[in-house]
């Protein structure tokens, strides 16, 4: 006879590449059904992005089919982000991940970057969202939704612009165009205070925020009104431009905010006549950072006319072209951020916001 006790111990033997952990002991074994010679059963990973679902779900079949008596194996797989933190703030109560995207200078490409990893993230069946917490500097409408548009009610909440399934808000739609906005440090500190907690979120994975250049008065503005549950350093990969991302990522590890990986884009640029590949800034440099610092590292973005040219027109490559080699990239990159958010979730129990932010 087939028993229950004997299917979870087959499927005992396949381990999360990341987590290093069985699907039984971390309890991704759901609906676990035997009727006669065959065995349903359904596997929640950790999210929707995770770049090992094939090969976890191969494990899984042919690990119960070596069960005596085992005939038939249907496995349904699914995804349940795991929640990181816990806020009693209505806005932002039901965001489970908050992840801050760095850059230790301007023009490195992050805010480009950001966007493309959160749409990537709802390609892969996340809910995403983005906050564009550059206050002097907002360009994630225009590379996002120059079409988009908030709402705020009667209230004085405010429902977040949609665009390629992201939920996003910026300061760009308080001060449009170039209109410039002169705001002395704690005017800036009120208005990404009420980005956080006046816009409706909803329910959402992944909250990501793309933070200014350097570090400063939003930098802890952020990390003193909620716990993050990381931080992403974007970098190219000159000297000059890793130096200063350092800067960052000191400031990361002194306000306790866990480094979730380092980007390295603008990495190289192949010639799309020739195939020749030039590295104009270098190469290499921050991957070997990263090891040096003992960080994951995310992964290596060329440099190509496409992103601005996508960037123009206000709808991100990944979305424009999800095939392509260089969205391909963006989409492994995403999957190695949400397999570092579903590390950091199993480290440690979600942490509590014991501060009420600032109304």
Not at 49 to 59: D, F, L, N
Not at 158 to 176: R, T, Y
Not at 190 to 202: C, I, K, T, Y
Not at 291 to 310: D, K, N, T, Y
């Amino acid at each position: 006879m087939i028993t229950e006790e004997s299917i979870l111990k087959a499927l005992s033997s396949v381990v999360d590449p990341d987590l290093h952990r069985d699907i039984v002991s971390l309890g991704f074994i759901k609906k676990l059904t035997i009727s006669g010679r065959s065995v349903s059963f359904e596997i929640h990973l950790t999210t929707p992005a995770c770049p090992m679902k094939e090969k976890i779900r191969s494990q899984a079949v042919e690990a119960v089919r070596t069960v005596p008596g085992v005939e038939k194996v249907d496995v349904t797989m699914a995804a349940q982000v795991r929640r990181t933190i816990e806020l009693t703030k209505d806005a932002v109560k039901d965001v489970k991940n908050f992840v801050a995207i760095a850059s230790g200078k301007g023009g490195v490409g992050k805010s480009t970057v950001a966007v493309n990893l959160a749409v990537a993230l709802v390609r892969r069946g996340a809910r995403v969202g983005l906050l564009d917490a550059d206050i002097y500097g907002p360009s994630v409408p225009s590379l996002l939704g120059p079409s988009a548009s908030i709402e705020t009610r009667k209230d004085g909440t405010i429902l977040p612009a949609v665009s390629c399934g992201v939920k996003f808000m910026s300061m760009g739609f308080i001060a449009p165009g170039d209109k410039p906005l002169i705001w002395r440090g704690p005017m800036a500190h009120n208005a990404l205070q009420q980005s956080l907690f006046r816009v409706q979120w909803g329910e959402l994975d992944y909250l990501l925020v793309d933070l200014p250049p350097g570090t400063g008065d939003i930098h802890l503005t952020l990390v003193q009104s909620i716990p993050m549950t990381g931080g992403v350093i974007v970098s190219t990969p000159q000297d000059v431009g890793l130096t200063i991302s350092m800067k960052t990522f000191r400031m990361f590890q002194s306000t306790d905010v866990r480094i979730l990986g380092l980007i390295e884009n603008m990495s190289y640029h192949r010639c799309p006549q020739c195939g020749h590949r030039e590295e104009i800034f270098g190469h290499g440099t921050v991957s070997s950072m990263a090891h040096r610092l003992q960080v994951p590292f995310l992964g290596a973005i060329p440099l190509e006319s496409r992103v601005r040219e996508q960037a123009d027109r206000g709808v991100p490559v990944v979305e424009a072209d999800p095939s392509s080699p260089l969205s391909q990239t963006y989409f492994e990159i995403a999957d190695r951020l949400a397999a570092a958010v579903s590390v950091a979730g199993f480290d440690s129990p979600p942490v509590k916001n014991v501060k009420e932010p600032l109304p």
